[in-house]
């Protein structure tokens, strides 16, 4: 059975270190009060992971609904930013206690980790969350992690766990992600509306058809936006060297039923980027972008630096190390990178052969825009 491939990629043996994520809709009822019961099911299962051998790591949403509960807040929490710190921060503490507490009840112990998505994309912060999380599993405890959303402004959120799921599964060296929905999978096409809609149960690579068939359920009320954010997860997933499956929540032990052949998608690694590389491909922000011809793509894609000369356009005010895209003549990103020059110094150069570049920067040129160490390919 296909499924129990995907479940086989899950088990202990074949993946020391796993992240789960649970959404709010899953942990959270309408009227705003955790689901017990429920939760406690999934901890029963982490538990028996835990035992196999399996560190696991929880990424869990549903700060802001709770707090918006206890509050009294209208449009669960999310009518304002300000609305949403505030109800994030009443939340947390309720939620931390209950984890804390249902994992405390299997003899698991609890650890809080809040994290904004500048902590994980500035390279030191990252190493050092990267480390706290190694210790932790390491000694056998179970990491809570949310976004911190009472601080994290707009413009510097994730904005949806399942991103933060992918990056910090890159964080931890986890080999696989599972991301409890509240739907089974990627389907073919909206299955609410099209009955010849299939569950794919393995996806290889996330590419134009499988986004498409994101879209295709935009307004199916399972939430759009939903599928959208788990395809990006999985791609990053995937790039780290992580598995991704998304499996349905609305199911009492979710774990377990996946492992006994329960249906699911699976995205699969795509193996051994290294770290680095890893950590570049999963980045989310990028401080401007080079565009570059047809022959520079080709020699992208055969794992050679970028070099100037086929570069044609370069936008953004970057500095030196800073990561850009690269994007084909059609606008469509191709790579990401460090680059070795500043913007200015980047559009100085661009389109001109090496020899010509000691003239127009008055400077000893480095060997490319972009070397092939620091460059990823999307
Ligand atoms: N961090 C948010 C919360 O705890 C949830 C983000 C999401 O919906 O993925 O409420």
Not at 57 to 84: C, M, Y
Not at 157 to 176: E, M, T, V, W
Not at 297 to 318: D, E, I, N, P, Y
């Amino acid at each position: 059975m296909v499924a129990n491939l995907g479940a086989d990629r899950f088990a202990p043996a074949t993946c020391p270190r796993l992240i789960v994520k649970i959404g709010s809709s899953l942990l959270v009822d309408a009227a705003g009060t955790i689901r017990r019961d429920w939760l406690a099911g999934v901890v029963s299962d982490i538990a028996e992971r835990q035992r196999a051998g399996q560190q696991i790591a929880i990424v869990s949403s549903g700060a802001i609904a709770l707090g918006a509960r206890r509050l009294g807040l209208t449009k669960g929490g999310r009518a304002s930013l300000e609305d949403a710190q505030a109800a994030a921060a009443t939340g947390q503490i309720g939620l931390s206690h209950a984890w804390a507490e249902l994992l405390g009840a299997e003899g698991l112990t609890a650890a809080q980790m809040l994290v904004t998505l500048g902590d994980l994309e500035d390279r030191r912060r990252y190493l050092n969350a990267a480390a706290t999380l190694d210790r932790l599993l390491a000694l056998g405890v179970v990491p809570v992690i949310n976004e911190n959303d009472s601080v994290a402004t707009e413009e510097i959120r994730f904005g949806d766990n399942d991103r933060l799921a992918a990056r910090i599964a890159q964080a931890a060296g986890a080999s696989g992600v599972i991301l409890l929905s509240d739907v089974d999978g990627l389907y073919t096409a909206n299955p609410a509306r099209d009955a010849s809609a299939t569950l794919i149960a393995e996806v290889d690579e996330v590419d134009d058809d499988i986004r498409a068939m994101a879209d295709g359920g935009s307004d199916s009320g399972m939430g759009s936006g939903g599928m959208v954010s788990k395809l990006e997860a999985a791609r990053i997933a995937q790039a780290g060297g992580a598995h991704l499956a998304i499996i349905s929540g609305k199911v009492e032990r979710p774990l377990a039923a996946f492992a006994a052949g329960g249906r699911g998608t699976v995205f699969l690694s795509r193996g051994g980027a290294s770290a680095r590389k890893a950590w570049l491909a999963g980045r989310l922000t990028a401080h401007g972008i080079i565009t570059i011809d047809a022959g520079a793509v080709a020699a992208l894609k055969q794992g050679s630096s970028l070099l100037a000369a086929g570069a044609t356009r370069v936008t953004g005010g970057f500095a030196r190390g800073d990561v850009i895209e690269i994007s084909d003549p059609a606008g469509t990103r191709v790579a990401r990178g460090l680059s070795e020059y500043d913007a200015a110094d980047a559009a100085r150069i661009a389109g001109h052969r090496r020899d010509a570049h000691a003239a127009l920067l008055g400077y000893a040129p480095r060997a490319a825009l972009v070397h092939r160490d620091h460059l990823v390919l999307l």
